[in-house]
């Protein structure tokens, strides 16, 4: 089983939707959570993190977390062609000085005008 | 402007050939990690320091070298044992433990 998993789309949805991204991951010791946007040929941007089961919203980005079924997502409200990018989701499972961030490989979005 | 700069954004050289690649960040972060990412392979780490003069071997270490003599400086080399090179490298930064990175630019690096 992989640590994190996401679907590498792509994922196409119309403008002005709602557009849901998902990821779980194997590790029930993991205890931080996040979203990268990262656009073709550039780095990773931080959107989101969330350190506690729920969601957490930031403007359009809403985070969701759930521990128990170890599955964390992220919705885009009013989506926009500038958010066609690939999104990471990433998770920290740190503990004994073993201080990593396992990244997904990434889903593709792409937002239809 | 606070941030994370690495330097230079494209690097080519010839096979058996040494390189060192640039990594400044001026976030007072006490981490610092460096990352490998090929097409459809996502982000592979390489090597990370949570404090000066200390380092870990990340995922992928073989072929790379590191140093950490100021917090601000992470400077990664490509030996010419790494059998596969050419990919874009991101430096990145954070608090360490729990918390979220930032990346730099990139470099792109092309061995030929």
């Known amino acids: 089983q992989k640590e994190v998993e996401q679907n590498s789309g792509p994922l196409s949805v119309p403008e002005g939707a709602i557009a849901s991204l998902n990821c779980t991951y194997s590790?029930?010791?993991?205890?931080?959570f996040f979203w990268y946007r990262q656009y073709s040929g550039k780095s990773p941007e931080l959107i989101m993190f969330?350190?506690?089961?729920g969601d957490k919203e930031d403007g359009r980005f809403t985070a969701q977390l759930n521990k128990a079924s170890q599955y964390v997502s992220l919705l885009i409200r009013d989506s926009q062609p500038s958010d066609s990018a690939t999104y990471l989701c990433?998770?920290?499972?740190?503990?004994?000085?073993?201080?990593?961030?396992?990244f997904g490989k990434g889903t593709r979005l792409h937002i239809l005008p | 402007d606070g941030g994370i700069t690495q330097s230079p954004k494209y690097l080519f050289r010839k096979e058996g050939q040494n390189v060192t690649l640039s990594c400044e960040q001026n976030?007072?972060?006490?981490?610092m990690y460096w990352y490998r990412q090929d097409p459809g392979q996502g982000l592979r780490l390489i090597y990370y320091?949570?404090?000066?003069?200390?380092?870990q071997k990340g995922d992928i270490a073989e072929g790379y070298s590191v140093s950490r003599e100021k917090k601000e400086s992470f400077p990664l080399t490509v030996t010419s044992a790494q059998k596969n090179p050419t990919a874009f490298y991101l430096c990145?930064?954070?608090?360490?433990?729990?918390?979220?990175?930032?990346f730099g630019p990139g470099t792109r690096l092309t061995v030929t």
């Open positions: 990145a930064s954070g608090q360490g433990g729990v918390y979220e990175q930032y």
């Open positions: 590790d029930r010791g993991s205890q931080s």
């Open positions: 969330i350190y506690s089961n």
């Open positions: 990433a998770v920290n499972k740190w503990r004994n000085r073993d201080d990593k961030i396992i």
């Open positions: 976030l007072n972060h006490d981490a």
């Open positions: 320091s949570q404090i000066v003069n200390d380092f």
